[in-house]
């Protein structure tokens, strides 16, 4: 089949000004990188050191221990979560922007796997956790994956960050967790940004679906903030009536995020604490 083609190939802009706020995530991305080697290894104790008896002190190291396995096992997940996203984005702005993505979380598991080297190796898993991986990792569409990865998980946790931070201070965790907190804004912002494109375009059917997979999701991610560790037992009663005021405060700030995203949530049941 032929055509008249005018000498003059029109070539059609795409108006893709819709991206510009995804676009603006990868630049900020690009800026934020830093190097598993700008930590200052050689300069500050891994962790908090203790004080006292040698048992005291190991136990003190095994609470550390636990806490740097959390967040370890969480970029772990991270890492296959960012990857799947890459592979599931069909729009080249966004491509760009999980690229960058993956490379931090897999950063993030470098200066994770180099610190727990430090304090004795991997330890217990935590279960809830690897069922919120499993509910990321298989989500049906790009629209929940995004949803509960960087809507929720990667905001809720940025408290999490600044509270270890407070309690490790002079330590290489201190510096790390530091350094993510800064890299989760953004891939929690990204995260918004793209999701207000893709939601642009969804249906009804989609959007509620969403709303059924942060109820699903609220009660595993309250699990997960609560869960301690045989190391971390003697810690956690004392803990414990403060971190469910905190959580409760972080769970209605993730519902406020999906009414910001224009979803109807008068559907979503914060977890009873
Ligand atoms: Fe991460
Ligand atoms: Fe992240």
């Known amino acids: 089949m032929s055509h008249v083609v005018s000498a003059e190939p029109i070539v059609e802009e795409e108006d893709r000004s819709e991206y510009a706020g995804v676009v603006r995530f990868y630049e900020l991305a690009k800026h934020q990188e830093w190097q598993v080697r700008d930590v200052p290894w050689g300069n500050l104790p ?9 048992e005291r002190q190991a136990r003190r190291r095994d609470v550390w221990r636990s ?3 959390q967040q370890l096992q969480a970029d772990v997940i991270a890492c296959e979560m960012a990857a799947q996203l890459l592979n599931a984005a069909p729009d080249p702005e966004a491509r760009l922007y999980y690229s960058t993505m993956v490379q931090d979380e897999s950063r993030h598991t470098e200066a994770w796997l ?16 690897d069922k919120l991986g499993h509910m990321f990792l298989e989500a049906d569409s790009l629209e929940e994956k995004v949803f509960l990865m960087q809507v929720f998980f990667e905001r809720l946790i940025i408290p999490r960050f600044r509270l270890i931070a407070r309690s490790s201070r002079g330590t290489i965790l201190e510096d790390i967790c530091n350094r993510l907190a800064v890299d989760d804004g953004i891939h929690h912002g990204a995260g918004m940004a ?3 494109v893709l939601l642009e375009d969804a249906d009804g059917k989609v959007k509620s679906s969403l709303i059924g997979a942060a109820n699903r999701m609220l009660p595993e991610f309250a699990k997960h903030a609560l869960w301690r560790p045989k190391a971390r037992e003697f810690v956690g009663s004392l803990m414990e009536t403060r971190d469910r005021a905190r959580l409760v405060q972080e769970l209605e700030h993730g519902r406020r995020l999906a009414a910001s995203l224009g979803l109807d949530v008068s559907e979503v049941r914060l977890p009873a604490l």
Request: hydrophobic share 25%.
């Open 46 to 54: 891994p962790v908090p050191e203790g004080k006292g008896s040698p």
């Open 67 to 69: 806490v740097v396995m």
């Open 114 to 129: 180099k610190l727990i080297g430090r304090v004795g190796g991997e330890g217990e898993r935590d279960p809830h956790l």
């Open 194 to 196: 793209y999701e207000r």
